[in-house]
């Protein structure tokens, strides 16, 4: 099956700072989705990005399909950034989501 | 919009007894919904694919018989733990997806199963 890889496995940061989380997938794929969740469990869906660039106040995020990578970029990092982001991609009819092994995030004030 | 919603959010049950969780998508029709499973610190594990009004299409190594999954409208899809034992104590979520060429999908908030 389609393997899914992220990085870095975990970062630490200062509160302000700018980071880049990477997405890397190893086949084609028809939905591409991060996502951050929060410590109760819940999975909040920060972007829908099979290709192309979406910006959301201080997230963006890009997906080089041909290439096979997508990267989420935060920007003035908050300490309410801290928690779990998944890249998940999706192939088939389906579109059944492969997750990755997610990024720990913490924002230190 | 795009919300999904899981009940129970925490059970506790004996080992031996059944449970079951309800996922339904309050805003929209889902023809599609999905069951994952998360243990601590770890990622998502696809358990389970249900289209509403067919039989759902399990994953590899995911036992269909103690995971009885139903889909029965457009908008709930029920998961059923059979004879639980503590090894099937877990973080379950589900999914929901809207149609067709809508491959976005939305997550519950999560059931956490604990079998004593």
């Known amino acids: 099956g389609i393997q899914v890889e992220q990085s870095p496995p975990d970062l630490i940061l200062q509160e302000g700072a700018n980071s880049t989380l990477r997405c890397n997938f190893s086949d084609s794929v028809n939905n591409l989705q991060w996502f951050h969740q929060n410590p109760w469990g819940q999975l909040i869906n920060l972007f829908y990005?099979?290709?192309g660039t979406k910006q959301n106040g201080r997230l963006s995020a890009t997906t080089v399909a041909t290439e096979r990578y997508s990267l989420l970029y935060i920007s003035s990092s908050q300490t309410t950034d801290s928690g779990v982001y998944f890249c998940a991609v999706g192939t088939g009819a389906n579109s059944k989501l492969t997750f990755g092994k997610g990024i720990t995030l913490s924002v230190r004030p | 919009g795009a919300v999904v919603s899981q009940h129970p959010s925490r059970v506790i049950c004996k080992s031996g007894t059944s449970v079951k969780i309800e996922c339904r998508s309050l805003?929209?029709?889902?023809?599609?919904m999905f069951w994952y499973r998360q243990f601590p610190k770890k990622s998502l594990m696809l358990m389970a694919t249900?289209?509403?009004?067919?039989?759902?299409?399990?994953e590899q190594g995911v036992e269909k018989d103690k995971f009885l999954i139903n889909h029965a409208s457009l908008t709930l899809s029920t998961l059923t733990v059979t004879s639980a034992h503590p090894e099937d104590s877990s973080f379950y979520i589900c999914s929901a997806r809207a149609g067709t060429g809508m491959n976005e999908q939305y997550f519950g908030p999560g059931t956490r199963l604990t079998v004593t």
């Open positions: 805003d929209f029709q889902a023809t599609t």
């Open positions: 990005i099979p290709s």
């Open positions: 249900s289209n509403e009004g067919s039989k759902a299409t399990y």
